[in-house]
């Protein structure tokens, strides 16, 4: 369903929008609030996001919720991020199915607690056989792990290490690469996001916080793509 906006806009929908999802700890600061509560804000910003692209007939979307490297923040707020993260996926996991939304989780989740990853697993199952948007989840993901799993996969299996064999096994290996990249909170930098698949993803970074990223500034990152020319190393189409 893409008839809010206008036809030329409709046409140039990215398929794949892959989305960092920065700065709610400085939201939270500029409301003198703890960082827990631009983190809420964060959820709900990233609700209004997943309707946003399910309305617009984005076909994926891939959403950064937890690093690697976030690990190394104080314990207290790697619980309370992962504690939102629970209460979402618990909150949100039947109205996605009532949306049609198939849900995937990405990231190395070795040491998460078997509760959490049964979770994501009942959730995966749940919405497997959905046709409408897919929402991928990145949490405890890293670029460079998930490249090093794919060559230590091919490894073990004596395989030898092409771009393609690598491709086929990544973790997400079944779907498009992002067209469009958003990184709120004003940051310059992939932060070990999708680092094999960025490749020639259109960067669109801007200043807004996340818990402030809506529906009008999303439709704005849709119509700068929309602009964009991708060339893929090639040079211009004549005409
Ligand atoms: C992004 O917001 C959320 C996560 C990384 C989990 P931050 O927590 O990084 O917010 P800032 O960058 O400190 O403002
Ligand atoms: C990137 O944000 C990770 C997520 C949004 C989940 P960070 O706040 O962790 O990135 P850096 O540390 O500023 O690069
Ligand atoms: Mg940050």
Redesign the pocket.
């Known amino acids: 369903m893409t008839s809010d906006l206008p036809n030329s806009l409709a046409a140039r929908i990215p398929r794949h929008v892959a989305v960092i ?9 500029q409301r003198l609030q703890p ?1 827990a509560f ?2 809420q804000a ?1 959820v709900r910003s990233a609700r209004r996001i997943v309707r946003a692209c399910y309305e617009r007939g984005v076909e994926v979307l891939t959403l ?4 690697q490297e ?1 690990w190394q ?1 104080p314990l207290t ?1 790697v619980e309370l ?1 992962i504690r939102l993260f629970v209460q979402t996926l618990k909150r949100e996991i039947k109205s996605l199915h009532k949306n049609r939304v198939r849900i995937r989780f990405i990231g190395n989740h070795h040491d998460f607690p078997e509760a959490l990853r049964t979770m994501m697993a009942d959730g995966e199952a749940l919405t497997a056989a959905n046709d409408g948007l897919t929402l991928v989840v990145a949490v405890g993901y890293g670029g460079q792990w998930d490249i090093a799993q794919a060559a230590q996969s091919l490894c073990r299996d004596g395989l030898a290490i092409t771009p393609e064999a690598i491709e086929a096994r990544l973790a997400v290996a079944d779907l498009p690469h992002p067209d469009l990249l958003i990184r709120t ?1 004003g ?1 310059k930098r992939l932060s070990n996001f999708l680092m094999w698949q960025l490749a020639y993803t259109e960067l669109y970074l801007v200043e807004t ?2 818990p402030d990223f809506d529906a009008t500034a999303f439709d704005g990152a849709l119509a700068w793509y929309a602009g964009r020319q991708r060339r893929f190393g090639r040079v211009p189409e004549a005409g």
């Open positions: 999802m920065d700065g709610n700890g400085r939201w939270a600061k960082r631009g983190h964060g950064f919720a937890f690093s976030n923040r707020e991020l909170g940051e916080l996340w």
